[in-house]
């Protein structure tokens, strides 16, 4: 099983900055294909998660470009430019290179200060 | 757009069996992977499974004693069983479609979420 570590666990960010949440995998998630099997989630308070990057660094459609993905074959990094109140909530890393099981990260909670 | 409505969960006994139900409105069903996922407090999301169209499901190891996912293609329905449930089970259960065709995971869409207590 493949694990997934996160960190920070809390991120106080004041508005308008800029925050860097980071994932790192066990193992590479860098496939023969290229792709890097590594997607982020948002889960604001009392919703389902929500899909904002995938294979590394691609955005979900309606993400503003705001949020941006990058990373190498374990370690990848969340960067959300310019943050806002409504981008409060809990960040999770997820790889699906290797199921089963598919695995998360144990979330960065973000904060505005 | 697709919509996914979840029903089941709620307030189980221990060794009681939780019983779940995922529904799938406005897109095709037929050719994705369905897959289940949980929310345990303190713990975050865990995967439980998935299943293709053809029927065939994938199991986390750390459930598969317990757990059977089902497809009825004709009802557009994917439904979650777990066995012996302890109040380690209680959390919140989500069911999820993948972004595309050809992506068994990259959860683009989620059902509301059911809530599951376990408690005697």
């Known amino acids: 099983e493949i694990v997934m570590t996160q960190s920070p666990v809390s991120l106080p960010v004041t508005p308008g900055e800029t925050a860097s949440l980071s994932c790192r995998s066990s193992q590479s998630l860098l496939h023969s294909n290229g792709y890097k099997y590594l997607d982020w989630y948002l889960q604001r308070p009392g919703q389902s998660p929500q899909l904002l990057i995938y294979l590394g660094s691609n955005r979900a459609s309606g993400v503003p470009d705001r949020f941006s993905g990058s990373g190498s074959g374990t370690d990848f990094t969340l960067t959300i430019s310019r943050v806002e109140a409504e981008d409060v909530g809990v960040y999770y890393c997820m790889q699906t290179l290797q199921t089963p099981p598919f695995t998360f990260g144990q979330g960065t909670q973000l904060e505005i200060k | 757009q697709v919509q996914l409505q979840q029903w089941g969960g709620g307030l189980l006994k221990p060794s009681e069996t939780l019983s779940l139900t995922c529904a799938v409105y406005?897109?095709?069903?037929?050719?994705?992977?369905w897959s289940w996922i949980r929310q345990i407090p303190g713990k975050g999301l865990e995967w439980i499974g998935e299943?293709?169209?053809?029927?065939?499901?994938n199991y986390n190891p750390s459930l598969k004693s317990r757990v059977t996912i089902s497809i009825d293609t004709s009802k557009r329905e994917v439904s979650l069983t777990l066995n012996s449930v302890t109040a380690a089970d209680s959390g919140i259960y989500y069911c999820a479609r993948p972004l595309e065709l050809r992506f068994s995971a990259i959860y683009a869409f989620w059902g509301q979420g059911s809530q599951v207590t376990v408690s005697s």
């Open positions: 299943i293709n169209h053809t029927g065939s499901p």
């Open positions: 406005g897109d095709s069903f037929k050719g994705y992977f």
